[in-house]
């Protein structure tokens, strides 16, 4: 019987990816999604599509009630996402409070309830300057953390942690992934943007690949 | 400036005790408690009427959403408590999974909003065998990882965790305080049952000091 873990999946190309990553090595696969009232809600209807056609059980947990802690992201109240490159200042403010201790906890419980050996989540290289709770550091703390917490040891992982966009790209395509079924602009409209931090980090992960993204932006419109 | 405080606050005689500690040391104190759907819900009946007598800014997160991820614990669910003293068996039935660090985890996400400097919650010795999530070891890992999570690092103390329910009792009567205002019984009923591990811990620790528990039991009715 295979070991059972539990992925921690957005509906974005690096869960999306990990999520492919997990199946393709056998798992037994859980995939957890969060909805926190994010604009970008489309993420989550590619993370059901996704889960669906591939036969994954998917649970999406809802914690928008959770809206008195996360007071203050720009993630999830009304105002404009800043544009521009990763620039320091502008992502910090997107930053919500303790978001990923959060998300890992509450997946640790998943976790023990569903007997799944692990949480994986797609924290990777090119966060550590910006996001604490995606550094090298952090998980190996929550991972120490989740491992007693319990009766039940759950560890903590994030596969790509080292790695970049770039390369979680070059993952996927060679397990033949359609990034077409992925979300990542931060704007909830019908198109992506092209302009946010995300949407330049995606295009340009295709880019070094010579290739175009399948998803369709505003500025082709 | 005080240095500002977030206590978990359940309405129970521990968070009771530990709330008025942390008001007599002069910390700026913000209570905080969870609604997870407990049967119990008299105790956040008594944390809403001794915050407002105090003059506490009180917050209640609402967690009953994440019934998924507390699935098949007691605490929630319609099974009867078990009877008798924390015989280790049954206590562990009521574990909700991974309780601690989910709440420990919306706390901190509070303290960085609120900027607090650290987040204070009422495990105790007695707790030690029976909860992981009450052990000393569980309370440095915690800490650990909360003081990276954020920009703003946040402490995670358990200012009871060497002491037991007389001692913290003991504390409590030292500063004048009415443990009439705190619930106990995990059973939701009009009387406190007398019989459920937890009363019966309540009530040992009353007889340690050769006093009779303010709140009325349904065995004196």
């Excluded at 489309?42 to 059980?57: I, M, T, W, Y």
């Excluded at 947990?61 to 109240?77: N, P, Q, W």
């Amino acid at each position: 019987m295979s070991e059972t873990v539990v992925v921690i999946y957005s509906g974005g190309m690096d869960s999306f990816t990990l999520l492919h990553r997990a199946i393709s090595r056998g798992f037994s696969v859980h995939a957890l999604s969060f909805d926190y009232g994010q604009r970008h809600v489309r993420e989550l209807d590619c993370a059901r599509s996704v889960c669906q056609k591939a036969g994954v059980p998917h649970q999406i947990i809802d914690i928008t009630s959770l809206g008195a802690v996360m007071a203050g992201s720009a993630l999830t109240g009304g105002t404009v996402v800043p544009e521009g490159h990763y620039a320091e200042e502008s992502m910090k403010a997107t930053v919500v409070p303790n978001r990923n201790m959060i998300l890992l906890s509450l997946a640790t419980g998943y976790a023990v309830t569903n007997e799944a050996s692990a949480v994986w989540y797609g924290a990777h290289g090119g966060d550590h300057a910006i996001y604490p709770d995606c550094r090298p550091e952090f998980v190996e703390r929550m991972d120490a953390v989740c491992r007693i917490a319990n009766y039940q040891p759950v560890r903590i992982e994030a596969p790509y942690i080292a790695a970049d966009k770039t390369q979680i790209l070059a993952e996927g395509l060679a397990m033949g992934l359609d990034y077409g079924e992925t979300w990542t602009c931060y704007n909830g409209r019908k198109l992506a943007c092209g302009r946010c931090g995300s949407c330049q980090e995606r295009l340009e992960a295709f880019a070094n690949h010579g290739l175009r993204d399948p998803l369709p932006y505003e500025e082709q419109a």
